[in-house]
């Protein structure tokens, strides 16, 4: 069976969707040459809640930050000039509307705050009956370890718990559930993280940019490499991506795969010999994906510095206390992964499919749209053009693709654990996880434990 690149989306689809984006942006260029800056060159813009304001025949019209726009009705001057001089939104709105609007906006945002604060609760009381999790005051616990739950997170395991009350079918317990574990285990994995801001703001990072997360709570992002050398890297792009189809697609076990060569030199994979026209065994999918970092063709590294040594099926690493962990600098030391939300078309010639385990997380950067850094990751697979945004397609599932470094991840945890924190208190103190090797070696046995559970469950299938 000859392997197609284009596994998800049409070449029509994909025409008609470049297409809207065109169109989105001309209309924007069109908006902006409409609306030129009023501000004085003296005073940055960045200082002002707005881009842009432009009156035209008693028509005010502001352009916000976030692109939302306001205009007026029978402004006055004196309504333009209040416009300079605004320091929030909140100003602006009481500027462009009138009382009745702003006391909407008003009413409109308690409601929100108030229906926030009944979701909590009602999260809460949904998880407070279940022997896993400790509840004191506004606070949630898995039990046994004594850092809060954030807020989405409860929200979204109190959800699980509902669906599996209501439930019409027989189901095994509501802890058994793979997605309940492996939110579980990602938080587990973010206890382990040395920086605790950094873990408080990974699970609202990824909510925000629709990440996925896979059975043992390592999540998947997007970034680009360079490519190295003049190496044929068919036989590297077809092993990686074949493998993934099979994992993430069909569903199947990689090992029951092989990869032929036909006398074309085109390649192919299936259960079995193809016959005729195909007269080349290169081997086992799944033992070809696992020697991926030795083979010498599958060579890349960073646009940024061309000194790094990337290869897929490879985890790539750096000393923890050589990043930067500040989440107020967008740009940084460390490994930069990102959302379909953060432009990494300038970053290299190939992009790549990457995952992260939550412990490794160095910094959610507060001014960024969809990028974090890390200081440990593994290289998945390549990419092509079609499927570059591939984590976009509901059919494919991440749930076991990352297998591999999940047993990498296994080797030595405990130790690896203890030096990143021992790393961390060389940097500072203050920001450290509250922790101690108590709650760190019940933490790796729990994981160890729902480790093993999954694979059992995988092998029975």
């Known amino acids: 069976m000859k392997l197609s690149l284009k596994w998800f989306r049409s070449t029509r689809d994909e025409e008609l969707e470049t297409l809207k984006v065109e169109e989105q942006k001309l209309k924007n260029k069109i908006l ?14 960045d200082s002002k809640p707005y881009k842009f304001r432009k009156m035209v025949d008693s028509v005010l019209t502001i352009v916000l930050k976030n692109g939302d726009i306001l205009t007026k009705s029978n402004a006055t001057i004196q309504d333009f000039k209040n416009v300079e001089f605004a320091i929030t939104e909140n100003d602006l709105y009481t500027i462009a509307s009138s009382v009745t609007v702003v006391e909407e906006r008003e009413r409109k945002k308690e409601q929100e705050e108030t229906e926030k604060a009944y979701k909590i609760y009602a999260g809460f009381e949904t998880l407070k009956g279940l022997s896993e999790f400790e509840v004191e005051g506004n606070s949630v616990y898995f039990r046994g370890i004594k850092r809060s739950l954030p807020t989405m997170l409860v929200e979204r395991l ?32 973010c206890c382990l993280n040395p920086s605790a801001k950094s873990a408080e703001d990974l699970y609202k990072f990824l909510n925000a940019h629709h990440f996925k997360i896979d059975n043992h709570g390592n999540f998947y992002a997007y970034r680009r490499v360079k490519s190295v050398g003049d190496g044929n890297k068919e036989l590297v792009k077809f092993i990686s991506n074949a493998y993934s189809k099979v994992k993430a697609v069909w569903k199947k076990k990689p090992i029951d795969y092989y990869v032929w060569a036909g006398d074309d030199g085109e390649l192919y994979f299936d259960k079995s010999y193809q016959g005729d026209g195909i007269n080349y065994l290169h081997g086992n999918l799944h033992d070809l994906y696992v020697d991926l970092p030795n083979m010498e063709e599958n060579r890349y590294t960073s646009a940024h510095t061309g000194l790094e040594d990337y290869r897929v099926g490879k985890v790539i690493s750096m000393p923890r206390n050589d990043g930067d962990d500040n989440n107020q600098i967008s740009c940084s030391k460390g490994f930069h992964a990102a959302s379909k939300a953060y432009d990494y078309s300038g970053f290299g010639d190939t992009p790549i499919l990457v995952i992260i385990n939550p412990m490794d997380v160095l910094a959610v950067p507060r001014n960024e749209d969809g990028k974090l850094r890390t200081c440990r990751w593994f290289f998945a697979s390549t990419l092509d053009k079609e499927e570059q945004y591939i984590l976009d397609n509901d059919d494919f599932d991440v749930s076991e693709l990352g297998d591999v470094f999940e047993q990498k991840c296994a080797e030595n945890l405990e130790e690896y654990i203890k030096k ?4 961390e208190v060389k940097r500072h103190t203050f ?4 922790i101690n090797h108590l709650e760190v070696s019940k933490i790796v046995r729990s994981l160890d434990e729902m480790r093993d559970s999954i694979s059992k469950r995988v092998s029975e299938v």
């Open 32 to 45: 902006q040459a409409k609306l030129v800056p009023e501000t004085p060159k003296s005073k940055p813009v």
């Open 431 to 434: 920001d450290l996880a509250p």
């Open 420 to 423: 990143g924190f021992a790393e």
């Open 158 to 189: 109190a959800q699980i718990v509902e669906a599996h009350k209501n439930s019409l079918d027989i189901l095994p317990p509501v802890t058994e559930n793979l997605e309940f574990q492996s939110l579980k285990k990602f938080w587990l994995k």
